[in-house]
């Protein structure tokens, strides 16, 4: 009996001391980084390169000040980041997105202003530092929440969609050319109360991109598919009337089956949770609760943060003042592991998930309004230097990250060929179909930089392919449109 007393208790010992290693573990697999512990009333955050100088920066809005800034990075013995305003007179900003909005090969700036009822753009002139105008696309939306740029139809113009708080609408802005460009305003949904986030993303997987939304005020979140007629006409879905202060909505295949699936945060209920795409005509949703106790949930996203080939979880919590991340076990169901990034982070707002440093993994910018911070989480799943320049190893072919990722619409890839060889880069699907080749001819030694232009793509993942001699390696890059 005394030897059975003294097994059990070194079992459970070395169950404590595993469990308490493994938490440590994944509390460690990030590093925070200060941005700006400033910037009042910070709202939204997101990472673009913007100067063009092929490192990524940082875009915020600041509600309190009505401030859009954006930092520029720099890198020297360390990372640096030196903030350049954009707008000080954005009325109650609350979101703000980049895309080349003019198609002239630079980054534009969207902005929803929640009391301003406005939605706009931020033309990106050039200049040293960027010079920026101002073009009000409609300011007569009232309490405008979230705003993208995207492809909605078929054609090769960037659109802008909308969530409006306060008509209760998501809109498309259709933008058919012009110098100015003139937008044409088509409201996908008038009844969709409370109105809080829409994203673009092809649900059904028939080559049109469909809409997804999340409304506040009646608990819903639902789908709206496009035809890919002209005119587009819209069938909408409602995947759940039943999510008490749905805030937040994100899209990602989250249990490797191809097929994509719908993630959510809600507010009231303090959830994150889950509808798995079960296929089918109409789609069927299966609903999985991954917390139910994360205090005023408002944003989430997904990556695979620790590089284990699943989808992971990360988002951010306004009453509980954190930022957290569940750890996806890769089993049917899936089972999600709890991690705490950041705690005493008050009214924590925005997360974006983006390969900041270039390394490989997901990093993670998020930003708290009451705290006024904005933070950079550096996962440190892979380490390398932020934006190598090239590759040392003369012996040794060589495919970098792309960057940006996730993009929209164009990326580039870097490679090194150490002596003349036949080398080919190939981009296919997830489902292994070639999509494109972007290298076929022998190359010299030396570095090289290549161009993809995703523009005619929908949003997803993607895998880019280098073959030379006996030397062949894969990497993944995400359109997020």
């Known amino acids: 009996m005394k030897l059975n007393r003294i097994s059990l208790t070194l079992l459970i010992t070395i169950f404590f001391l595993v469990i308490n290693c493994y938490h440590l573990k994944a509390q460690e697999l990030f590093i925070e980084h200060t941005i700006d512990k400033n910037f009042n009333g910070v709202c939204s955050v997101c990472s673009y390169d913007l100067d063009g100088d092929g490192i990524l920066d940082v875009l915020a809005a600041a509600n309190d000040v009505n401030q859009i800034a954006w930092w520029k ?36 700036i969207l902005g929803a202003s929640w009391q301003g009822d ?20 409609d300011d007569t939306v009232d309490r405008v929440h979230e705003v993208h740029g995207t492809f909605v139809d078929a ?18 802005y259709r933008n058919t050319g012009g110098e100015p460009i003139v937008w044409e305003k088509n409201i996908i949904d008038n009844q969709f109360t409370g109105a809080r986030s829409v994203v673009c993303f092809d649900m059904d997987k028939d080559g049109h991109n469909d809409l997804v939304g999340a409304a506040l005020n009646t608990n819903q979140v639902s789908v709206w598919f496009n035809s890919g007629t002209s005119p587009v006409e819209w069938t909408k879905q409602i995947v759940s009337n039943n999510f008490s ?4 909505i994100h899209v990602s295949d989250l249990d490797k089956d191809n097929d994509p699936d719908i993630l959510g945060a809600a507010y009231s209920v303090n959830q994150v949770a ?15 609760i991954i917390t139910s106790s994360f205090g005023g949930a408002l944003s989430v996203s997904a990556a695979d943060l620790d590089l284990d080939n699943d989808m992971d979880v990360f988002g951010a919590a306004t009453i509980a003042n954190k930022v957290s991340w569940w750890e996806n076990d890769g089993n049917i169901p899936v089972q999600w592991m709890p991690h705490e990034l950041v705690i005493n982070y008050y009214e924590a707002w925005p997360v974006f998930g983006i390969d ?4 490989g993994d997901t990093d993670i910018l998020t930003a ?6 904005i933070t950079l989480l550096e996962n440190t799943t892979i380490t390398t230097n932020l934006g190598d320049e090239s590759y040392d190893n003369p012996s040794d072919f060589y495919l970098f990250q792309n960057y940006p990722n996730p993009f929209n619409p164009s990326t580039k890839i870097k490679y090194f060929v150490p002596h003349l060889s036949k080398v080919t880069i190939k981009v296919f699907d997830v489902l292994g179909n070639e999509i494109a080749t972007l290298v076929n001819e022998e190359k010299s030694s030396g570095n090289y930089e290549i161009n993809f232009d995703a523009i005619n793509l929908p949003s997803g993942i993607y895998f880019y392919q280098l073959k030379a001699k006996n030397f062949v390696e894969t990497k993944k890059m995400i359109l997020m449109k």
Do not use: C, M
């Open 73 to 108: 990075t720099a890198k020297d013995t360390a990372i640096t980041f030196t903030k350049y305003v954009i707008e000080t007179n954005a009325t109650g900003i609350i979101y703000v997105d980049a895309a080349d909005i003019d198609a002239d090969n630079d980054l534009d």
């Open 118 to 137: 406005e939605v706009a753009i931020w033309l990106n002139n050039g200049g040293n530092p960027l010079s920026w105008e101002k073009v009000v696309v």
């Open 155 to 172: 054609d090769t113009l960037i659109d802008i969609i909308a969530a409006s708080g306060g008509d209760h609408q998501i809109i498309w």
């Open 245 to 248: 202060g749905a805030h937040w």
């Open 274 to 288: 889950w509808w798995r795409n079960d296929g089918g005509t109409p789609i069927q949703w299966t609903k999985q």
């Open 356 to 359: 900041f440093d270039y390394d």
């Open 368 to 373: 708290a309004a009451t705290a006024r911070k």
